[in-house]
């Protein structure tokens, strides 16, 4: 091997190793080997990377792990940096990215853990590339991590009569279960087992399901899709005891709408954007928290129906929630989305607010409004309620 002269694809997927400072030592152990050009893989790893100001780490594209990967493939190596929750969790978690990827991957997964393994997912080229081994043999050492080797899964491909079962390793009762990022239910049982037929999901064990949220599922390749038991960013400490952080000076703007999708909240903003209006509880919580990075105020949409898939939550000034009563956000936001009153490109933060508030009142929805100075209106009337 030959040091300075080995070009290393890195993807860092989900938060963990950022927040716990242990994306350190990789960077440090990789950059030695040659050009390192390092990826992140997901939203909330982009958003933890944005906290440490890892500014040598690429947030600037919204890709699944998977995507980043791939996206890097012209790179002589592809390194994947996961802390699963369980090894077991871990070694699923690779198993199906790397089966949607060529090239070999070399997954560093739960390093600084006792149980941390070092895994080589060999791609179906035979691992011809020339580096691969070496790269992962050095990885061991200077970690140190437990070395082995696994051939990959065949890349999945659809089909209409496909019956397929997944166990979800590591679930743990109370938490909840996410389907590509929809929150499907909660862990009742010691064993998860999510079953599908003809790519539709047809059963869920172990788990309180949530109707609403199997619904939005819809066709699924369940062999390859990404589930997750857990909360997405469990030791979120970025807001500490702030709630507030500064808006932006922006006076007017147009509007963004992130509807139930938190993933393509940076994607819904641009430099032009006075305000975004977010709908679901945890979609809310989500974005305020997100956006309150790059100062653009929330209005968010709610009915109380949260899972709690996320913890903490810091807001730009000047953001107002709207608590509904009697009904749902997802039609009440979608109602607004396709009324089309907030189609223009010149609002005032004030502007947007009366006109959502409007919007409600004209439609009979009762609401109990909350801004950033816990005053609350309900239908325009204060009201001592307690803080939601």
Not at 92 to 115: A, L, M
Not at 370 to 375: G, L
């Amino acid at each position: 091997m030959n040091p300075g002269a080995i070009e290393v694809g890195l993807v860092i997927h989900g938060p963990e190793l950022i927040d716990s400072g242990k994306i350190g030592d990789l960077l440090n152990v990789l950059r030695p080997l040659g050009p390192l050009h390092a990826q992140a893989g997901g939203t909330m790893a982009r958003v933890a990377i944005l906290d440490k100001q890892l500014t040598s780490i690429d947030t600037s594209k919204k890709m699944h792990t998977s995507e980043a990967l791939n996206f890097l493939s012209d790179k002589d190596v592809l390194v994947l940096a996961n802390c699963g929750k369980t090894l077991e969790t871990g070694i699923v978690f690779g198993e199906v990215v790397s089966s949607r990827v060529r090239r070999s991957v070399i997954q560093i997964e739960r390093p600084g853990v006792t149980d941390g393994r070092l895994i080589l997912w060999q791609g179906f080229d035979g691992d011809r590339f020339r580096y691969v081994q070496s790269v992962a043999r050095h990885l061991c050492t200077h970690l140190p991590l437990e070395f082995e080797q696994r051939q990959k899964k065949a890349m999945s491909s659809r089909s209409a009569a496909q019956f397929v079962a997944r166990h979800i390793a590591g679930a743990k009762r109370g938490e909840p279960v996410l389907i590509e990022g929809i929150v499907v239910g909660t862990v009742a049982g010691d064993e998860v087992v999510i079953t599908s037929e003809r790519n539709k999901i047809v059963s869920v064990s172990g788990v309180a399901t949530k109707a609403h949220g199997l619904e939005k599922i819809g066709e699924i390749d369940l062999g390859a899709a990404y589930i997750k038991t857990g909360f997405l960013r469990a030791h979120n400490r970025a807001c500490g005891q702030e709630t507030l952080r500064p808006a932006r000076p922006l006076k007017r703007g147009s509007i963004a709408f992130v509807n139930h999708r938190a993933e393509s909240t940076f994607e819904s903003v641009n430099e032009g954007t006075i305000c975004a209006i977010t709908v679901g509880d945890d979609t809310t919580f989500i974005c305020g928290d997100i956006l309150s990075r790059i100062g653009i105020p929330i209005v968010g949409i709610t009915d109380g129906d949260g899972d709690g898939i996320y913890a903490g939550m810091c807001k730009a000034a000047g953001s107002v929630i709207l608590r509904l009563s009697k009904a749902s956000d997802d039609n009440v936001g979608l109602a607004l989305e396709q009324s089309g009153i907030l189609n223009g490109e010149n609002y005032t933060l004030s502007d947007v607010v009366t006109i959502v508030t409007g919007f409600l009142r004209r439609g009979g929805v009762e609401f109990v409004a909350t801004d950033d100075k816990a005053e609350r209106h309900k239908g325009g009337v204060e009201a001592c309620s307690p803080d939601i």
